[in-house]
Nanobody
């Protein structure tokens, strides 16, 4: 089973930027494996929500509406790593951010299909 380790969280002021990283212990585009990697977030008292997903074979990306145009998901296959570049951060982006994988037929935006999770990294945006 793939192991995921997130890093890069921190505290920033509104309008600032952060880049999150998710290092996967198994990450292969040469055989059938989890084809989607995604970022999720959960704020206190709220349900976990999908933020961005990427198909590691095709590179196709998908974003939740609240972050579209501000966040960018990308991959580095050589490093077995997926990134989430977050710009123009808002206080409402404050949450624990998690990386996840899933073997999904169709869009990597099918958030309920993700099955393996990392431990999370905290992002705090102050106004």
């Amino acid at each position: 089973q793939v192991q995921l380790v997130e890093s890069g969280g921190g505290s920033v002021q509104a309008g600032g930027s952060l880049r999150l990283s998710c290092a996967a212990s198994k990450f292969s585009t040469s055989k059938v494996s989890s084809n989607c990697m995604g970022w999720f977030r959960q704020a206190p008292g709220k349900e976990r929500e999908g933020v961005a997903g990427i198909n590691i074979y095709s590179g196709r990306t998908v974003y939740a509406i609240p972050v579209k145009g501000r966040f960018t998901i990308s991959q580095d296959n050589a490093k077995n790593t997926v990134y989430l570049e977050m710009n123009s951060l808002k206080p409402e982006d404050t949450a624990m951010y998690y990386c996840a994988t899933g073997d999904i037929v169709g869009s990597c935006g099918l958030w309920s299909e993700y099955v393996s999770w990392g431990q999370g990294t905290q992002v705090t945006v102050s106004s």
